[in-house]
Protein backbone atom coordinates (compact mmCIF):
# COMPACT_ATOMS: atom_id res chain seq x y z
CA UNK A 1 0.00 0.00 0.00
CA UNK A 2 1.70 3.45 -1.00
CA UNK A 3 0.03 6.22 0.34
CA UNK A 4 0.50 9.90 0.53
CA UNK A 5 -0.25 13.45 1.96
CA UNK A 6 0.05 16.90 0.68
CA UNK A 7 -0.76 20.14 1.42
CA UNK A 8 0.71 23.71 2.19
CA UNK A 9 2.98 24.05 5.05
CA UNK A 10 1.08 23.92 8.33
CA UNK A 11 -1.65 21.60 6.82
CA UNK A 12 -0.93 18.80 10.02
CA UNK A 13 0.70 16.24 7.64
CA UNK A 14 3.28 15.19 10.17
CA UNK A 15 0.68 14.88 12.93
CA UNK A 16 -1.83 13.17 10.81
CA UNK A 17 0.48 10.46 9.15
CA UNK A 18 2.03 9.72 12.93
CA UNK A 19 -1.87 9.34 13.78
CA UNK A 20 -2.02 7.27 10.84
CA UNK A 21 0.77 4.90 11.84
CA UNK A 22 -0.09 4.67 15.10
CA UNK A 23 -3.88 3.27 13.56
CA UNK A 24 -2.23 0.83 11.41
CA UNK A 25 -0.03 -0.60 13.84
CA UNK A 26 -3.29 -1.59 15.92
CA UNK A 27 -4.46 -3.69 12.55
CA UNK A 28 -0.66 -4.77 12.53
CA UNK A 29 0.46 -3.59 9.76
CA UNK A 30 3.70 -1.90 9.86
CA UNK A 31 4.51 1.23 8.34
CA UNK A 32 7.40 2.91 6.26
CA UNK A 33 6.88 7.01 6.66
CA UNK A 34 9.02 9.03 4.66
CA UNK A 35 9.42 12.60 4.12
CA UNK A 36 10.00 14.95 0.82
CA UNK A 37 12.59 16.22 0.14
CA UNK A 38 14.62 13.87 2.41
CA UNK A 39 14.26 10.36 3.74
CA UNK A 40 18.10 8.73 2.27
CA UNK A 41 21.45 10.39 2.73
CA UNK A 42 21.67 11.87 -0.83
CA UNK A 43 17.99 13.56 -0.77
CA UNK A 44 18.80 14.59 2.63
CA UNK A 45 21.64 16.73 1.13
CA UNK A 46 19.40 17.88 -1.31
CA UNK A 47 16.90 19.14 1.31
CA UNK A 48 19.43 21.34 2.89
CA UNK A 49 20.35 22.37 0.01
CA UNK A 50 16.83 23.44 -1.35
CA UNK A 51 15.58 24.63 1.89
CA UNK A 52 18.24 25.74 3.98
CA UNK A 53 20.23 27.54 1.84
CA UNK A 54 19.82 31.41 1.84
CA UNK A 55 21.62 32.29 -1.54
CA UNK A 56 18.77 32.52 -4.63
CA UNK A 57 18.35 29.37 -6.64
CA UNK A 58 16.93 29.45 -10.08
CA UNK A 59 13.32 28.40 -10.21
CA UNK A 60 14.39 25.57 -13.00
CA UNK A 61 17.77 24.49 -10.56
CA UNK A 62 14.84 23.88 -7.23
CA UNK A 63 12.50 22.02 -9.84
CA UNK A 64 15.49 19.66 -10.52
CA UNK A 65 16.57 19.34 -6.98
CA UNK A 66 13.40 18.27 -5.81
CA UNK A 67 13.14 15.16 -8.48
CA UNK A 68 16.30 14.12 -8.42
CA UNK A 69 15.90 13.83 -3.87
CA UNK A 70 12.75 12.01 -5.42
CA UNK A 71 13.90 9.83 -7.57
CA UNK A 72 17.07 8.97 -4.66
CA UNK A 73 14.22 8.02 -2.09
CA UNK A 74 11.94 6.20 -4.76
CA UNK A 75 15.15 3.79 -5.75
CA UNK A 76 16.69 3.86 -3.21
CA UNK A 77 13.81 2.83 -0.07
CA UNK A 78 10.32 2.63 -1.75
CA UNK A 79 10.29 0.43 -4.55
CA UNK A 80 12.23 -2.15 -2.62
CA UNK A 81 9.56 -1.82 0.33
CA UNK A 82 6.11 -2.12 -2.07
CA UNK A 83 7.81 -4.97 -3.93
CA UNK A 84 8.31 -6.88 -0.15
CA UNK A 85 4.30 -5.36 -0.06
CA UNK A 86 4.90 -3.21 2.76
CA UNK A 87 2.98 -0.26 3.31
CA UNK A 88 4.60 3.37 2.99
CA UNK A 89 3.94 6.71 3.43
CA UNK A 90 5.28 9.79 2.03
CA UNK A 91 4.96 13.29 3.48
CA UNK A 92 4.90 14.22 -0.13
CA UNK A 93 4.96 13.21 -3.30
CA UNK A 94 5.27 14.61 -6.79
CA UNK A 95 1.94 16.85 -6.68
CA UNK A 96 3.47 19.25 -4.29
CA UNK A 97 5.73 19.90 -7.11
CA UNK A 98 3.23 19.82 -9.37
CA UNK A 99 1.61 22.85 -6.90
CA UNK A 100 4.83 24.70 -5.60
CA UNK A 101 7.21 24.47 -8.86
CA UNK A 102 4.33 24.19 -11.20
CA UNK A 103 1.85 26.71 -10.26
CA UNK A 104 3.62 28.72 -7.71
CA UNK A 105 6.65 29.15 -9.19
CA UNK A 106 5.69 28.51 -12.94
CA UNK A 107 9.09 26.90 -13.35
CA UNK A 108 8.53 25.19 -16.19
CA UNK A 109 4.66 24.23 -18.18
CA UNK A 110 2.40 21.36 -16.25
CA UNK A 111 3.13 18.95 -19.02
CA UNK A 112 7.12 19.29 -18.57
CA UNK A 113 6.65 18.49 -14.93
CA UNK A 114 4.47 16.00 -15.42
CA UNK A 115 6.59 13.73 -17.40
CA UNK A 116 9.37 15.49 -15.28
CA UNK A 117 7.33 13.55 -12.19
CA UNK A 118 6.93 10.26 -13.80
CA UNK A 119 10.66 9.90 -14.46
CA UNK A 120 11.35 10.79 -10.95
CA UNK A 121 9.19 8.80 -9.38
CA UNK A 122 10.23 5.63 -11.60
CA UNK A 123 6.52 5.51 -12.75
CA UNK A 124 5.08 4.73 -9.31
CA UNK A 125 1.82 6.18 -8.62
CA UNK A 126 -0.12 6.24 -5.14
CA UNK A 127 -3.14 4.23 -4.32
CA UNK A 128 -4.19 6.84 -1.89
CA UNK A 129 -3.28 10.80 -1.72
CA UNK A 130 -5.03 12.84 1.37
CA UNK A 131 -4.56 16.36 0.70
CA UNK A 132 -4.98 18.13 3.92
CA UNK A 133 -6.80 21.47 2.52
CA UNK A 134 -6.27 24.03 4.96
CA UNK A 135 -6.87 28.06 4.59
CA UNK A 136 -4.03 30.37 3.98
CA UNK A 137 -5.04 32.72 6.65
CA UNK A 138 -5.24 29.45 9.32
CA UNK A 139 -1.83 28.41 8.00
CA UNK A 140 -0.78 32.15 8.73
CA UNK A 141 -1.41 31.41 11.87
CA UNK A 142 -0.11 27.81 12.38
CA UNK A 143 2.96 28.37 11.13
CA UNK A 144 3.53 32.04 11.71
CA UNK A 145 6.01 31.06 15.31
CA UNK A 146 8.02 28.78 13.37
CA UNK A 147 11.23 29.78 11.21
CA UNK A 148 10.43 30.00 8.24
CA UNK A 149 12.34 27.80 5.43
CA UNK A 150 13.44 29.44 1.96
CA UNK A 151 10.18 28.06 0.66
CA UNK A 152 7.76 29.04 3.53
CA UNK A 153 9.19 32.68 2.48
CA UNK A 154 7.55 32.86 -0.54
CA UNK A 155 4.49 34.90 0.45
CA UNK A 156 0.73 34.92 0.21
CA UNK A 157 0.31 35.27 -3.69
CA UNK A 158 2.77 32.26 -4.39
CA UNK A 159 0.75 29.92 -1.73
CA UNK A 160 -2.67 30.71 -3.40
CA UNK A 161 -1.13 29.04 -6.66
CA UNK A 162 0.16 26.42 -4.75
CA UNK A 163 -3.37 26.08 -2.96
CA UNK A 164 -4.72 26.29 -6.68
CA UNK A 165 -2.66 23.58 -7.93
CA UNK A 166 -3.67 21.41 -4.76
CA UNK A 167 -7.27 22.23 -5.94
CA UNK A 168 -6.72 21.29 -9.30
CA UNK A 169 -5.29 18.27 -9.27
CA UNK A 170 -8.07 17.10 -6.63
CA UNK A 171 -10.74 17.69 -8.95
CA UNK A 172 -8.67 15.58 -11.68
CA UNK A 173 -7.67 13.19 -9.94
CA UNK A 174 -9.39 10.35 -8.64
CA UNK A 175 -6.64 9.06 -6.04
CA UNK A 176 -7.09 12.53 -4.01
CA UNK A 177 -9.37 12.54 -1.17
CA UNK A 178 -9.84 16.55 -0.18
CA UNK A 179 -9.68 16.65 3.79
CA UNK A 180 -10.77 19.69 5.49
CA UNK A 181 -7.96 20.56 7.58
CA UNK A 182 -9.31 23.56 9.32
CA UNK A 183 -10.94 20.89 11.69
CA UNK A 184 -9.72 19.48 14.63
CA UNK A 185 -7.03 16.98 14.17
CA UNK A 186 -9.23 13.68 15.78
CA UNK A 187 -11.55 14.59 13.05
CA UNK A 188 -9.37 15.00 10.58
CA UNK A 189 -8.17 11.55 11.31
CA UNK A 190 -11.60 9.75 11.39
CA UNK A 191 -11.70 11.10 7.95
CA UNK A 192 -8.45 9.71 6.89
CA UNK A 193 -9.08 6.25 8.52
CA UNK A 194 -12.29 5.70 6.79
CA UNK A 195 -10.44 6.26 3.27
CA UNK A 196 -7.79 3.85 4.45
CA UNK A 197 -10.61 1.09 5.57
CA UNK A 198 -12.09 1.12 2.89
CA UNK A 199 -8.71 0.18 0.64
CA UNK A 200 -8.05 -2.22 2.74
P1 LIG B 1 7.99 19.96 4.33
O1 LIG B 1 8.97 18.94 4.77
O2 LIG B 1 6.55 19.58 4.30
O3 LIG B 1 8.20 21.27 5.18
P2 LIG B 1 7.92 21.42 6.72
O4 LIG B 1 8.61 20.29 7.40
O5 LIG B 1 8.52 22.77 7.00
O6 LIG B 1 6.42 21.37 6.83
O7 LIG B 1 8.34 20.42 2.84
C1 LIG B 1 9.43 21.16 2.57
C2 LIG B 1 9.12 22.32 1.68
O8 LIG B 1 9.42 21.99 0.31
C3 LIG B 1 7.67 22.78 1.68
O9 LIG B 1 7.67 24.19 1.75
C4 LIG B 1 7.15 22.36 0.33
C5 LIG B 1 8.37 22.34 -0.54
N1 LIG B 1 8.31 21.37 -1.67
C6 LIG B 1 8.30 21.84 -2.98
O10 LIG B 1 8.29 23.07 -3.20
N2 LIG B 1 8.30 20.95 -4.01
C7 LIG B 1 8.31 19.60 -3.82
O11 LIG B 1 8.31 18.81 -4.79
C8 LIG B 1 8.34 19.11 -2.45
C9 LIG B 1 8.37 17.63 -2.18
C10 LIG B 1 8.33 20.03 -1.41
Do not use: C
Amino acid sequence: MFITFEGIDGSGKSTQISLLKTYLSTKNIQSHIFREPGGTDISERIRSLLLHDTEEMDPVTELLLFSSARSQLIAEKVIPLLENNETVILDRFYDSTVAYQGYGRQSASLNDIDHLNRIAAHGLVPDLTFYLRLSIENADRRTSSNDKDRMEKSGRAFFDKVSEGFDELSSREKRFKVIDANREKAKVHQEIVNHVESLL
